[in-house]
């Protein structure tokens, strides 16, 4: 599955931005799929997990309680709501899928986490 991150973009503390990660060749509905970002000279951070069904969502801490994370299976996409967006929420964003939201959070993704969207907030 190749999966096109975008959305990113300048916005300011406190305000609202919703990334798409829209998937092409094999169906989206087979799979869990997972944002995580990375900031400059950061490790990578998985911060949103979703099952294939939807019914099963997870967060990361930092996170939690501002983002929600959804999908479209018809429409081969998943989304990333981001509000009360903060400075430390700048990174660079991507989407993969897995198996499995467990799959996902230990890293072992289908193919690879792609291009990311860049999302940068200033204070």
């Known amino acids: 599955v190749q999966l096109q991150a975008s959305g990113g973009g300048l916005v300011q503390a406190g305000e609202s931005l919703t990334l798409s990660c829209v998937a092409s060749?094999?169906?989206?509905?087979?799979?869990?799929v997972g944002w995580s970002r990375q900031a400059p000279g950061k490790e990578r951070e998985i911060v949103a997990l979703?099952?294939?069904?939807?019914?099963?969502?997870d967060y990361s801490d930092s996170v939690k309680g501002r983002f929600t994370i959804s999908r479209d299976n018809a429409k081969k996409a998943a989304y990333l709501q981001m509000n009360s967006l903060k400075p430390e929420d700048t990174a660079v964003y991507y989407c993969?899928?897995?198996?499995?939201?467990?799959?996902?959070?230990?890293?072992?993704?289908?193919?690879?986490w792609g291009q990311g969207t860049l999302v940068t907030v200033s204070s």
């Open positions: 060749g094999r169906a989206l509905s087979n799979y869990a």
């Open positions: 979703i099952s294939w069904n939807g019914y099963i969502t």
């Open positions: 993969a899928v897995g198996v499995s939201t467990s799959a996902i959070r230990s890293s072992t993704i289908a193919g690879d």
